[in-house]
């Protein structure tokens, strides 16, 4: 990692004396010494995180490049930790490319919110005053009741004495602050199928809101996804974003799931890309490291 050099002056035989023989000699010496405390202070994962943060700094890495270079490693089915990863920077970064995945496979929700009364809260006890701002869970709900009334209207259920009919909560949003979420959804998923599958629901989730109510389960989710068949389209959004996002940014939260045989096959593919005009040409020490 650190490279101490001493440059050699030309040998004129007639000047050589004695004295700068063992003044250089000392020199060396106690650079090797400095060499070795400075090491001696250097953790492995020190050392890898520096490394890190130099290939980041490499700017001759083309988008297809990069998106080679990961995409290859993305392609190992054992590669979980690095997939997991990068759907948590794709979730954080661009959430709407991952919500527009997931508002085509609408229905795998319809186990996510089974039995849990805190998912169900989080993502549907969005009601405001005005029906305009109903927000996420709520306003699927609320759109698909309405246009649904005649099938689903008695499903809902309300805290009050009585329930409320679709014209006076048509003309009085509010009284949608009067459901009782639990009841309605846990309605909704026993005897109304169909309104997970529906446009409004999907619509819900194409902004990738949905994603915070449990990262883990979509991270698994997708993970999932890419080993199946008829995935093209989770792989179109993984390749555009390889290509779309910074090469540095990239490196600092991808290279860290990488284990070290990983690792040195990204070095090596990695130095095929590099451009000898503009990087550095002397990377031996990045195996080394690795």
């Known amino acids: 990692m650190i490279q101490l050099f001493l ?50 700094c490499i700017t001759s890495i083309t988008p297809y490049q990069k998106r080679e270079l990961f995409a290859s490693l993305l392609r190992t089915t054992s590669k979980k930790g690095l997939a997991s990863q990068l759907w948590q920077l794709i979730f954080q970064k661009r959430p709407h490319e991952a919500g527009t995945l997931l508002a085509e496979r609408s229905y795998v929700l319809e186990k996510f919110f089974q039995g849990n009364q805190t998912r169900i809260l989080q993502w549907f006890s969005n009601f405001s005053s005005t029906g305009s701002r109903h927000k996420k869970g709520a306003k699927a709900l609320s759109r698909f009741a309405f246009v649904n009334r005649n099938i689903c209207w008695e499903e809902l259920e309300w ?12 003309t009085k949003p509010h009284y949608f602050l009067e459901l009782d979420i639990l009841r309605t959804v846990e309605n909704f998923l026993e005897n109304v199928p169909d309104f997970w ?21 979509f991270v698994d989710f997708f993970v999932g996804l890419m080993c199946e068949e008829g995935s093209r389209d989770v792989w179109e959004v993984i390749n555009e974003f390889l290509m779309e996002e910074s090469f540095s940014v990239l490196c600092q939260h991808l290279l860290i799931t990488l284990e070290e045989r990983d690792f040195c096959t990204f070095l090596e593919s990695l130095c095929k890309y590099l451009n000898r005009r503009t990087e550095p040409n002397d990377f031996k020490g990045l195996f080394l490291l690795a």
């Open 7 to 56: 440059r050699e002056e030309a040998k004129r035989k007639e000047d050589v004396r004695e004295e700068d023989s063992e003044r250089t000699k000392g020199m060396i010496c106690l650079l090797k010494q400095l060499e070795s405390v400075i090491w001696s202070l250097i953790t492995r994962s020190e050392a890898r995180l520096w490394l890190y943060n130099t290939i980041s």
């Open 159 to 170: 805290k009050g004495k009585h329930g409320q009919s679709p014209a006076v909560v048509a």
């Open 197 to 217: 599958t529906s446009r409004e629901f999907a619509d819900s989730l194409r902004d990738g809101d949905i994603f915070s109510v449990e990262t883990k389960f």
